[in-house]
């Protein structure tokens, strides 16, 4: 599936909307430092989850997937070991490396540093969904082209990060793509061909392919 | 018949061209499954815990609580009451539940009790270390001691490299599952071949029926070698529990337990005439490997021959996860060693620093290629605008700077053996028991065979990773590419003669007439008389042809090689007030020989010196004195360098007459090699003193700048 235009209206909750749904006895606890009175848990609290699996819909890839898992349990390890989905891979496991980039409403994040249940209501693309070996998207296919990748376990994150990149970059340079692709790491030091590819489909205009 | 050799140049369709790597696609789309992917039904998950001392004795275990949890399947000792911890990151104990998260919070159910001892932990003050001592003087001491005192320049200086682990993207770990009597295991190894033998214990079964599957591996660099004591925990908790198991050591823990490259330090006294001819070499070297001390330093690097020499070497044993081979073992730091010793010793004779290498060139083993290599690297950096004797006067805190290394290695292959089998539908086969680290290895296999049958290279399917095929070394020490191109090349050889045989009845020639050449069987000489492939391979009726290749081929034809040379420089700025450095230009000439594949080659070049900028500039194990616990164990504080910090790099390799001939050299270890040295000899030049100790983080670069180069 080609990466895809942000969607007019996201479905499901927005910050805004999380607000009004929770209620004020959770707003005012923002506000502790201000009021002598602490918050009193109202008819309107939600209902605690967990700590066992609790059911979510998460939409991913364009599907709705339905799982079970506890609150604790990332966005990074839901996709990994309960959808099979394994292109987002588990490095640092703690928002340093980037291995596991996924699109959360186009947006690049990572995955080990947000909650399964954080991401109801959010569209998220993983790797799979950006191209297939028989298929392969541009930035797939320069990536191929100029090598950017040996044992190639950070090359799906990089992969992602790359597209979301040029998709906000059509026009980017050499100066830009190293500004804004510093939220990756590669040990085999595959950052040379990284650039070149991602130059190469700047240049030839097929970014939002 | 088809000849058992390397292809003449005009007869090469695919060996030496830039060839994509074959699983690319899979690996850029996320289709790539590699051992941490690796889901079996009713998989669990299992965990270890280890001891978070570097010196204590274990006084009891006990697991009895994480037992009870909901969903944790089993927990055991891995130490008795009693044994010794010698580094923090040991195993003391092991874990299997039903969800990772499970067992992540189980493991904190299991009470150790550790009588705490104070860890040895300084590898860097010689003189209050535990040491082993090697010496070695030529000709003798009284020699070497008079040439010092008389040169006509001389240095003194202190030189080192901190220890640093592999950091592998993919931690260490496997899959083990137990079914039909039978082990199935897939680990993330650079050994599938010997993997199971180490198993036999565990598993409680031959290695015979352990059955081994890696097709993709996230990084070893020598540090997956063995099958561990991970893989051994892994699958006794898969026998006896009969479920399938994952166990992945967490980042904490592989960057303690799982690799190391030792740190390295040495005294150097150096001597040499006036006008920069090297005449005395005085080292005293140590370094710390973990547990089992560390080799002796290969010192003075590559300038072996230089007449008069002293080395001192002392192993000091330090409580931290031992060492295992990384990327050209001992290299680096001996490269770091010398070369900046020798950087100093020509910046003390006011001697141009490429001139003084080109001086003392036959001091080393291959001069012109060196020679060569050093011409071709100074003209891609720009060497003669850029040069400048030591320190940059040039007003302002930015001081920009050259600097040089010279590197070797060795790089024959390895044993190894492969079959190609040509099926009369004329698709072709290779199997292969070697494995991928991101080299290219199938990519190689794939063109060799190939290149032998006359077909387009997605004509032929590469099956490398599992134990069940002809056995081929462990991927380490540049040996790969040699081992599997003479075996495959030796297989595709006898399978193509056999097809041969059956041909040339058919072209009313002898077999010894024919070869295979762009999808058609030629009579050699004869342009009229030929077959196309598909044709040739139906005469084979309903049974397919299967060659045998080894390494060493079966014929005694050698086609690899050994003892490759590489030049890099570096073009750095340092900014004197902030001590940061940074680099501009990075260029690297190498030779390997024959190269199969140009793209993947110039990969691993790219690839070394990335990996050089990080050993140069950011990356360190950091270890508490105290407890004896890496202190930077994650990804954040343990810096590798990020896309924006590498700079421009520019790769040229040595090919075509003289090289091509000499067959396939392995290229993994040599381009690592020279980087740290290149770019501490550029910090030099740049901002006028040594930083003597890499990585040259600021710290280092302020305090060197501020004690004039004597210390950090």
């Known amino acids: 599936m080609p990466f895809r235009k942000k969607p007019e209206e996201p479905s499901g909750l927005s910050r805004r909307g999380f607000l009004k749904t929770v209620g004020a006895g959770t707003v005012a606890g923002g506000l502790i430092g201000e009021s002598a009175t602490p918050p ?79 991401a109801q ?84 205009g097929k970014g939002g392919a | 018949m088809a000849k058992n050799a390397w292809p003449s140049a005009d007869k090469r369709s695919l060996i030496g061209k830039r060839i994509s790597r074959l699983d690319g696609p899979v690996k850029s789309t996320g289709r790539a499954k590699y051992a941490y992917d690796i889901s079996r039904p009713g998989m669990i998950y299992a965990r270890l815990l280890w001891a978070p001392y570097g010196s204590a004795k274990v006084v009891s275990i006990d697991t009895s609580a994480a037992t009870q949890i909901k969903g944790v399947v089993g927990a055991w000792p891995e130490m008795k009451d009693g044994d010794e911890v010698r580094f923090a990151g040991q195993v003391v104990a092991s874990l299997a539940a039903t969800s990772e998260e499970i067992a992540h919070e189980a493991l904190k159910s299991i009470k150790v009790v550790y009588e705490v001892q104070t860890p040895q932990m300084n590898d860097v003050l010689l003189e209050k270390a535990e040491t082993k001592e090697q010496r070695d003087e030529i000709p003798d001491a009284a020699t070497v001691d008079k040439t010092f005192n008389e040169a006509e320049v001389k240095i003194e200086g202190h030189y080192g490299a901190a220890a640093i682990t592999h950091c592998c993207m ?211 950096i720009g060497y003669k605008d850029k040069a400048h004797p030591r320190g940059d006067s040039t007003p302002g805190p930015l001081k920009r700077g050259l600097g040089i290394s010279l590197h070797t290695w060795g790089g024959a292959g390895h044993k190894s053996e492969s079959t190609v089998t040509i099926n009369p539908d004329g698709s072709a086969s290779v199997n292969i028991g070697t494995q991928d680290l991101g080299s290219g290895t199938r990519t190689v296999v794939g063109i060799v065979v190939a290149e032998t049958l006359g077909l387009p290279l997605e004509n032929v ?52 007439q024919l070869e295979a050449w762009q999808g058609s069987i030629h009579v050699v000489g004869d342009a009229s008389k030929s077959m196309p492939w598909v044709k040739a391979c139906s005469l084979l009726g309903q049974i397919p042809v299967t060659g045998k290749g080894s390494k060493p081929a079966s014929d005694g034809t050698q086609l690899d090689n050994s003892g490759v040379g590489g030049v890099q420089m570096a073009d750095v700025t340092v900014d004197i007030e902030t001590g940061r450095v940074t680099i501009n230009e990075f260029v690297a000439v190498q030779d390997c020989g024959l190269i199969v594949d140009l793209k993947t080659a110039e990969s691993q070049v790219y690839g070394a010196m990335i990996m050089g900028v990080t050993y140069a500039l950011y990356e360190e194990s950091i270890y508490d004195p105290v407890t004896g616990r890496m202190l930077n164990a994650d990804m954040e504080f343990y810096k590798l360098a990020g896309l924006a910090d590498v700079g421009t790099l520019k790769v040229h390799m040595m090919t075509g007459p003289g090289y091509d001939e000499r067959g396939v050299i392995g290229l993994g270890e040599p381009p690592v090699i020279s980087p740290g040295a290149a770019i501490s000899n550029a910090v030099a030049n740049a901002c006028g003193v040594r930083v003597p100790t890499i990585p040259l983080t600021p710290n280092r670069v302020l305090a060197a700048l501020e004690q004039g180069g004597k210390l950090a």
């Open chain 1, 40 to 118: 009193r848990a109202s008819a309107q609290a939600p209902a605690l989850a967990g700590p066992g699996p609790i059911p979510l819909e998460l939409n991913i890839n364009g599907k709705v997937e339905k799982v079970s898992v506890e609150p604790r349990v990332t966005l990074l390890d839901t996709l990994r070991n309960h959808l099979d989905l394994t292109g987002s891979k588990k490095v640092c496991d703690r928002g340093t490396c980037g291995a596991c980039t996924v699109l959360l409403d186009n947006k690049p994040i990572y995955s080990c540093s947000m909650l399964a249940v954080e």
């Open chain 1, 121 to 204: 209501g959010h569209a998220v693309q993983t790797i799979e969904s950006l191209g297939t070996p028989e298929q392969l998207s541009a930035i797939q296919a320069a990536f191929v082209e100029h090598d950017a990748q040996q044992c190639g376990f950070c090359t799906p994150g990089f992969v992602v990060a790359c597209t979301a990149f040029v998709h906000d970059h059509p026009n980017a340079t050499l100066e830009d793509v190293r500004a804004g692709l510093g939220g990756n790491l590669c040990r085999c030091g595959t950052y040379h061909g990284v650039t070149e590819a991602v130059l190469q489909v700047v240049k030839t």
């Open chain 2, 170 to 380: 993919e931690a260490h770990g496997q899959v083990a599952e137990y079914r039909d009597n039978a082990m199935y295991i897939w680990p993330s190894t650079q050994n599938v071949s010997a993997y199971a033998a180490g198993l036999a214990d565990a598993a409680g079964m031959p290695a015979s029926q352990i059955h081994v599957d890696c097709q993709y591996m996230g990084g070893g660099f020598g540090s997956k070698f063995d099958s561990d004591q991970w893989g051994a925990i892994c699958t006794r908790i898969a026998k006896e529990t009969g479920k399938p198991v994952k166990l992945m050591l967490e980042r904490d823990h592989e960057l303690m337990a799982a690799g190391a490259r030792p740190s390295a330090f040495a005294n150097v006294r150096a001597g040499a005439s006036k006008d920069g001819r090297i005449t005395v070499w005085d080292s005293t070297a140590w370094g710390s490997g973990g547990m089992g001390g560390s080799r002796a330093l290969g010192v003075p690097y590559i300038f072996g021959n230089i007449p008069n020499i002293r080395r001192v070497s002392r192993s000091v044993r330090t409580n931290r996860g031992s060492q295992r081979p990384w990327r050209a073992p001992g290299h680096p730091q001996s490269c770091l060693v010398t070369m900046a010793a020798l950087e100093d010793l020509a910046a003390a004779a006011g001697v141009d620093s490429l001139e003084f290498f080109l001086k003392n060139l036959d001091y080393t083993e291959r001069p012109d290629v060196y020679r060569e290599e050093l011409r071709i690297a100074a003209d891609l």
């Open chain 2, 461 to 512: 399917q590469v099956n490398i990773g599992r134990n069940e095929y002809p056995a081929s070394g462990a991927s380490g020490g540049s040996t790969t590419v040699g081992g599997v191109s003479t075996s495959t090349r030796d297989a595709a050889t006898a399978a193509l003669n056999a097809l041969f045989e059956k041909v040339a009845p058919a072209l009313g020639v002898g077999a010894d």
